[in-house]
């Protein structure tokens, strides 16, 4: 009888065990065919996003498209690909490796796969002419050594910094041309036909390319620099302001449940932490560009540079500031409050001063002659009036036991919860002894778990530093230090936008003449536009 139930329930449970599997296995699927019928309207909805952030893109993809379109007739035009040949291919691989998003971009690659080209072309004809009258056992000793000491000496000019930041790309091109040439003429005979191939196919690429980069929409890189100042300026402007109010007003959590990303502080400053890289690479490209203002001057992008190497000091300060609303110390709401006004106005100013230099480089025109204003002078001068009208949070009397002890008694019993479970302390010494019983026990109890011990050392850091006096009121000071030296690094980056605005001839400020703009966000970082190289053909 026993046997028959144990069986019955076995099979019971084996059913409810294969309905399990098949209900998982629904719903396993459910959930796919509910992605996959997600997926057609995900990726329209990313490509729209793509081409409405900045219509430059669809753009460029269309120039791409047409200039392929035209060196591939090379190939499709029967009269064509007689005169050229397979070398036709050559046109082809230029286009898709030269052809950048900007103008500048694709001057610099285009020039230095042109001139590596024909470098390596010539080279090659006279090595081979030279190996070619001296015998065939000859002519593979001077051909391995020409491969060998050109080889060796156009790897180590790239080591070379000014040679590396420029033609980089041209020395690759010289040599992976001059090798496929050279070697090749050990055992072809025409070694002047495949020269001429293939450094006309080149320059029918080259060509193409940069009569669509300079002449149908150009995008130029100058262009893409100078817009990245005037967001890095209006980006620090809105960090510091937001900062401030985020201090005074908002909800300060040390722990930082807001993902850093989706803080609208840290967007402002980010793009200035991260473009040195973006501003030299914009800036060496920008540097090949032809003058194609209005007033024929030339771009001053060196001076771009130092404009950007300054506004990231400023933005270490903007960092430092925002760090401080992430602190697990902090000072209490209603201490704040005393200096809420005169920091609050201080931001405001240093905001309007950067919105300024912005604009000005926006509107390229000199900076008004009154960008540092008095309104920054008095409030700098009113905070300093506010801190000083309260001196005992700061340096605090010899004895303020009351606080001291409630941030002790709170400590410890959180560290008695912690360790205890549901029991507590019956009594807490709330005085400096308080720290040494703490001490005491730590040393008693060295026997015990080390997570016991890694849980106790956090609560006892606490305990030591809510006890100093002047506990409540140094988070601010350091707060309202960092907020001041905002102030003084301000100076430097108005010089640099001066001499920016006297190298580039902005026009002079006259008054009355200001253009108010909007500090929006723009559609896209200016660097996203520049896709990655993969190497060389």
């Known amino acids: 009888m026993v046997p028959k139930v144990y069986a019955g329930q076995e099979m019971a449970m084996e059913e409810n065990e294969n309905c399990m599997v098949s209900g998982n296995w629904k719903k396993r699927v459910h959930v796919l065919g509910e992605r996959m019928r997600r997926i057609p309207c995900k990726a329209w909805h990313t490509t729209w996003k793509v081409g409405r952030e900045d219509p430059r893109r669809v753009i460029h993809a269309f120039k791409v498209g ?39 971009a694709t001057l610099c690659k285009g020039l230095n796969r042109g001139l590596g080209t024909l470098l390596a072309g010539l080279l090659a004809f006279l ?56 070697v090749s003429s050990y055992r072809v005979d025409n070694v002047l036909k495949i020269a001429h191939d293939r450094v006309y196919t080149i320059a029918i690429g080259c060509a193409v390319c940069l009569l669509m980069s300079l002449l149908v929409f150009p995008n130029w890189s100058g ?138 480089i926006r509107n390229r025109r000199h900076c008004s002659p009154e960008i540092l204003s008095d309104h920054l002078h008095e409030a700098l001068q009113d905070l300093n009036t506010a801190i000083k009208s309260q001196p005992r949070l700061f340096l605090g009397p010899k004895h303020r036991h009351s606080q001291a002890t409630n941030m002790l008694k709170i400590a410890a019993e959180q560290v008695g919860q912690e360790r205890h479970g549901k029991s507590s302390l019956s009594s807490v010494k709330t005085d400096s002894s308080a720290l040494l019983e703490w001490k005491t026990k730590r040393v008693s109890t060295e026997q015990t778990k080390e997570s016991e011990r890694k849980s106790l050392r956090p609560q006892l850091s606490k305990i030591a530093i809510t006890s100093l006096e002047f506990s409540e009121a140094l988070p601010f000071a350091a707060f309202a230090s960092l907020l001041v030296e905002t102030v003084a690094k301000l100076d430097l980056v108005i010089e640099e936008v001066e001499e920016l605005g006297r190298l580039a001839c902005f026009k002079e400020f006259i008054p009355g003449d200001e253009v108010v703009v909007t500090c929006d966000e723009p559609r896209v970082d200016v660097f996203q536009n520049h896709l990655p190289s993969h190497g060389v053909d």
């Not at 050559?90 to 286009?95: D, G, K, R």
């Not at 060196?302 to 401080?324: D, E, M, S």
């Open 66 to 104: 047409l200039s392929l379109t035209l060196v591939s007739m090379l190939y499709l035009l029967e009269p064509l690909f007689k005169g050229i040949g397979q070398s036709a291919i050559w046109a082809v691989m230029t286009v898709v490796v030269v052809l950048e998003f900007t103008a500048g």
């Open 127 to 182: 090595v081979g002419y030279i190996g070619h009258a001296s015998g065939r056992v000859c002519q593979a000793i001077i051909i391995g050594a020409a491969v060998f000491f050109i080889g060796a000496l156009a790897t180590y000019m790239r080591f070379i910094p000014y040679i590396k930041k420029n033609y980089d790309y041209g020395l690759v091109i010289f040599l992976l041309t001059f090798n496929l040439i050279a």
């Open 223 to 360: 262009e893409d620099l100078h817009n990245s100042t005037v967001y890095k300026l209006d980006g620090l402007a809105k960090s510091i302001e937001a900062c401030v109010n985020e201090y005074f007003y908002g909800e300060i959590e040390g722990t930082g449940n807001m993902k850093l990303s989706d803080d609208p502080i840290y967007k402002g400053y980010k793009a200035v932490l991260d473009s040195k890289s973006i501003d030299e690479t914009l800036a060496l490209h920008a540097s090949w560009e032809p003058r194609h203002s209005r007033y024929c001057h030339r771009f001053p992008w060196q001076q771009y540079v130092k404009v950007g190497a300054v506004l990231r000091q400023f933005g270490y300060t903007v960092v430092a500031l925002h760090g401080c609303l992430r602190t697990e110390i902090q000072t209490p709401r209603s201490v704040r409050a005393m200096f809420k006004d005169p920091c609050i106005r201080l931001a405001a100013e240093v905001s309007k001063v950067l919105i300024e230099l912005s604009n000005s």
